[in-house]
T-cell receptor, first 113, second 116 residues
Framework: DVKVTQSSRYLVKRTGEKVFLECVQDMDHENMFWYRQDPGLGLRLIYF???????EKGDIPEGYSVSREKKERFSLILESASTNQTSMYLC????????????FGDGTRLSIL | AQKVTQVQTEISVVEKEDVTLDCVYETRDTTYYLFWYKQPPSGELVFLIRRNSFDEQNEISGRYSWNFQKSTSSFNFTITASQVVDSAVYFC?????????????FGKGTTLSVSS
């Protein structure tokens, strides 16, 4: 089975801090994704990556950056955390073909105080 | 434009009732895939099924069934004889291929509550 592991299940940070969310997958997937999930808004794509060192903006990239130095690891960075970034963050990975499903981690519930 | 609309925001049923979750999509692509995911209270999204745009056969898996109708751009999900364990948020998603690669467009989800 594919395993997507997010480093923290719950995280509390302060406004203005630099926050790192880490995601690791163990199935040699080309694609990796970061979403945020908010009530009534569903899943919104922040960034995705289809290869090492490659990244593409999703629907809501403002205030975020990403890093993919190794194929198995995809990091989401909040450069200067703000309260409106309090949310559930979900990481996913998939093989490169159009028909491949995404496999998700358990999510990180991030609170910015 | 690529878009997925999940018609119901919330549905509440009593155990053993049948329930259908409706999903309508818009796409510019001739080849595409549709997916359903389940998100139980624990939080992890679980892949349930995938359908391609050329296969309109209905699919049944135990108490779950899916009805794909290209003519109405719908991919509906029915749970027969619902159980409390079916309580979850269900997401419908559409494949999105662009120059950068492949991604999914998700609907906003339908929250299903099954009471005993």
């Amino acid at each position: 089975d594919v395993k997507v592991t997010q480093s923290s299940r719950y995280l509390v940070k302060r406004t203005g801090e630099k926050v790192f969310l880490e995601c690791v997958q163990d199935m040699d997937h080309e694609n990796m994704f970061w979403y945020r999930q908010d009530p009534g808004l569903g899943l919104r794509l922040i960034y995705f990556s289809y290869d090492v060192k490659m990244k593409e903006k999703g629907d809501i990239p403002e205030g975020y950056s990403v890093s993919r130095e190794k194929k198995e690891r995809f990091s989401l960075i909040l450069e200067s955390a703000s309260t409106n970034q309090t949310s559930m963050y979900l990481c996913a990975s998939s093989l490169g073909q159009l028909y491949q499903p995404q496999h998700f981690g358990d999510g990180t519930r991030l609170s910015i105080l | 434009a690529q878009k997925v609309t999940q018609v119901q925001t919330e549905i509440s049923v009593v155990e053993k009732e049948d329930v259908t979750l409706d999903c309508v999509y818009e796409t510019r692509d001739t080849t595409y895939y549709l997916f359903w995911y389940k998100q139980p209270p624990s939080g992890e999204l679980v892949f349930l099924i995938r359908r391609n745009s050329f296969d309109e056969q209905n699919e049944i898996s135990g108490r779950y069934s899916w009805n794909f109708q290209k003519s109405t751009s719908s991919f509906n999900f029915t749970i027969t004889a619902s159980q409390v364990v079916d309580s979850a948020v269900y997401f419908c998603a559409l494949s999105d291929f662009n120059q950068a690669g492949t991604a999914l467009i998700f609907g906003k989800g339908t929250t299903l509550s099954v009471s005993s």
